[in-house]
């Protein structure tokens, strides 16, 4: 006799059936997952933060996810472009070029800090024993800069500075990309920069405190400093955090499934997710195309600059 309690079972061991197949189908397609990383930090520090995670979401997503430390934020848009790596962590400039430049990407999730935001600062740091104490005191001096495609470390800077009447290319005497927020820190610290570029969060979670932490924040003879021996002078609007990434051709149930995995990592594995911040941030939080708009403004507005100039 068939009777509604087992019309209901039937009924949830198709669905069942049917996700097992549907998972099955983007394995087959996707037996590994690559994860592209813009380097922030230097090389060995970002794969040792990052390492952890992607062995969680392997775990979580149920094939291996292969951990790919871009050599610059070009890169990372790159690997999305061709398809090479499927998951990826831009900055928010970085995204914003990726998706000018025709990368269809789907942003997931980004992580929101312990100060309950999910942005940051650009800042410009100098050293505290230097004379510069506003940031018209850097006229005609050397700033050391991120990368093209960072948002702190280039793209906030020339754009607010552009508003206020001046460029970054006119007013200081010298820029230079450094590569890393660790490096453009490192370049004010060891004098071969007189101010640097750099992503800020807070006072107790900024690139200096990182640095600190690692012992690696020294002069050019080795002399340990700590934040108390730098000070800002310039200080930006509030910036969204750049998002984890996927791509838009990726299956919806495996794209799900790798969001739900970010969205869980807290609580699975909070050994990896501290890891990546340091135990500064709380939880990762949905982010969708259109909290970028403003960003997307600014780099074109900065393009456009460049073309003029």
């Known amino acids: 006799m ?9 009924a949830a061991a198709l669905t069942l059936t049917a996700g ?3 998972a099955q189908e983007w394995k087959k397609q996707y037996p590994e997952l690559t ?29 291996p996810v292969k ?3 871009a050599n610059d934020y070009a890169a990372v848009i790159e690997a999305q472009r ?4 499927q998951i990826a962590f831009y900055g928010p400039a970085s995204y914003a070029r990726a998706v000018i430049t025709g990368v269809k990407i789907d942003p997931l999730v980004v992580q929101r800090h ?3 935001l999910t942005g940051y600062y650009s800042v410009i740091w100098v ?5 510069y104490k506003e940031l018209k005191d850097l006229k005609g001096k050397t700033i050391a800069l991120v990368d093209p495609n960072s948002t702190s470390g280039n793209q906030a800077p020339r754009y607010f500075l552009n508003k206020e009447g001046a460029s970054v290319d006119s007013f200081f005497g010298k820029s230079v990309y450094a590569g890393s927020h660790d490096n453009a820190v490192l370049a004010v610290a060891q004098g071969t920069a007189d101010a640097a570029a750099n992503a800020w969060n807070s006072e107790t979670d900024n690139y200096l405190i990182r640095l600190m932490n690692r ?7 080795g002399k340990p400093l700590t934040e108390k021996d730098f000070r800002i002078v310039f200080k930006s609007d509030f910036l969204p955090e750049g998002p984890f990434a996927v791509l838009d051709s990726l299956p919806a149930d495996l794209k799900a499934k790798i969001k739900q995995a970010f969205l869980d990592a807290p609580k699975k594995d909070k050994a990896a997710f501290d890891k990546l911040s340091g135990g500064k941030d709380i939880e990762f939080a949905p982010i969708s195309a259109k909290d970028y708009d403003g960003i997307i403004g600014m780099v074109k507005y900065n393009d456009d600059q460049r073309k003029r100039s």
């Open 67 to 69: 951990l790919r430390i």
């Open 114 to 116: 312990n100060t309950g």
């Open 2 to 10: 068939i009777t509604r309690r087992s019309l209901i079972a039937a």
């Open 215 to 221: 012992g690696l924040l020294k002069t050019a003879d």
């Open 82 to 85: 061709t398809g090479s790596a």
């Open 35 to 63: 994860f592209a990383v813009i380097p922030a930090e230097n090389a060995s520090a970002t794969t040792d933060i990052y390492t952890p995670f992607a062995e969680y979401l392997s775990k979580e997503i149920g094939v």
């Open 20 to 22: 097992a197949a549907g």
């Open 127 to 131: 050293r505290a024993d230097s004379p």
